[in-house]
């Protein structure tokens, strides 16, 4: 339900670092979304088309990339990664975790620009590098 | 040319960074904030009406914050019992924000928060959105009623595990509602291993004094 304002904050954030790349086209935002993070990821996705709608990154992707939960596990006293959210045990030794390392991550990990994008198309330029 | 810019940036980074100033301005206040999350429903007004009242007749002074999307009703009720309480309308917003209780915090008439030794925030009713948003709060409580069903913990674990207690309420209809206490008390375990649980009822007061002594005892621990 606050995935629009997720979003919202994404667009945000980009918008902000692409003054520095004046002119650049942005192509996709990579984001990085623990398990844990209440965040339905059909959701952003849907949402996305229209926060971007008539800003610089309006026409470019959302890649999201879920990250595992990780717990370390006292009794083992390794870092262990959980196959759902039914459990907090250790899928090793069964024994219950607390201390969560990993899954609550809610990050921009990277976007990819164009940052000329009138003179060629995306791909061709290191062909022209070449010749 | 294309190219790759690393941003690795929290998206809820203004939030964060609020909270992180409130926890500290808790902190040097000596207050302990709990943020209260469950579905609609769950009676949090009334466990909550029923600890403001409790605390203050032992002598603590108590103040409340309380999320709604529409109305004040909810705060008319919890001042009833002679705690300071402002509401806090979101329109439409499904959950608080550091932001909201900043602004909230401010020009609060008769509230300072070095006066205070407990604040309670009521979030708005609703088991996922409020655990992505930090409230800078000493406390998160994860509460459950009796009448919502035992597997709650395991539909919703992205707020029981995020929770430091969880407090299951309307114990006194427990029996006629079928609830399953012992299988009730195992998933809140499997999502949050060790957390403390307070079975209580509103109602009748039972559990009210382990709760109480739960609250004093994490005061302490927080003045010390």
């Not at chain 1, 919202?8 to 993070?37: F, I, N």
């Not at chain 2, 602004?103 to 008769?110: C, I, M, N, R, T």
């Not at chain 2, 708005?124 to 709650?152: F, H, M, Q, W």
């Not at chain 2, 707020?159 to 509602?177: G, H, Q, R």
Request: glycine share 10%; aromatic share 4%; proline share 4%.
């Amino acid at each position: 339900m606050h995935e629009l304002s997720i979003v919202s904050g994404v667009v945000d954030s980009v918008t902000e670092s692409l003054a520095a790349y004046p002119g650049a086209k942005v192509l996709e935002v990579r984001l990085l979304v623990g398990a844990l993070a209440s965040v339905v990821v059909d959701s952003l996705q849907f949402c996305w088309g229209i926060a971007t709608e008539g800003t610089p990154l309006e026409g470019s992707k959302l890649v999201v990339k879920t990250v595992p939960v990780v717990m370390h596990c006292a009794n083992c006293d390794a870092d262990v990664e959980l196959e759902g959210l039914q459990s907090f045990r250790c899928p090793r030794c069964d024994e219950p975790c607390c201390d969560l390392r990993q899954g609550r991550e809610l990050e921009i990990e990277s976007f990819e620009i164009d940052d000329e994008p009138g003179s060629k198309k995306a791909g061709e330029e290191e062909i022209g590098v070449k010749a | 040319m294309t190219r790759i810019v690393e941003l690795r940036q929290g998206i809820l980074k203004k939030n964060d960074e609020l909270a992180r100033g409130l926890r500290g301005r808790y902190g040097a206040a000596g207050v302990l904030v709990l943020n209260l999350v469950s579905s609609p429903g769950t009676g949090k007004t009334a466990f909550l009406e029923r600890t403001l009242r409790d605390l203050k007749a032992r002598g603590a002074r108590v103040a409340a914050l309380v999320g709604d999307l529409e109305t004040d009703n909810d705060a008319r009720r919890l001042a009833a019992s002679g705690a300071p309480v402002r509401q806090i309308n979101t329109h439409g917003i499904c959950h608080l924000d550091a932001e909201m209780i900043d602004k909230h915090l401010v020009g609060w008439e008769g509230v300072e928060l070095a006066g205070l030794d407990y604040l309670f925030i009521e979030n708005v009713g609703n088991l996922v959105c409020p655990s992505s948003y930090d409230l800078g709060e000493g406390i998160r409580v994860a509460l459950l009623s009796v009448t919502e069903g035992e597997d709650k913990p395991l539909k919703y674990p992205t707020l029981f595990n995020s929770a430091d207690a969880a407090v299951i309420t309307k114990m006194d209809i427990a029996e006629p509602c079928g609830f399953d206490r012992e299988l009730a008390l195992k998933n809140i375990n499997e999502i949050r291993p060790g957390i403390r649980i307070f079975e209580t009822s509103a109602k009748t007061g039972v559990g009210m004094e382990e709760w109480l002594a739960y609250l004093e005892e994490e005061r302490r621990k927080k003045r010390s």
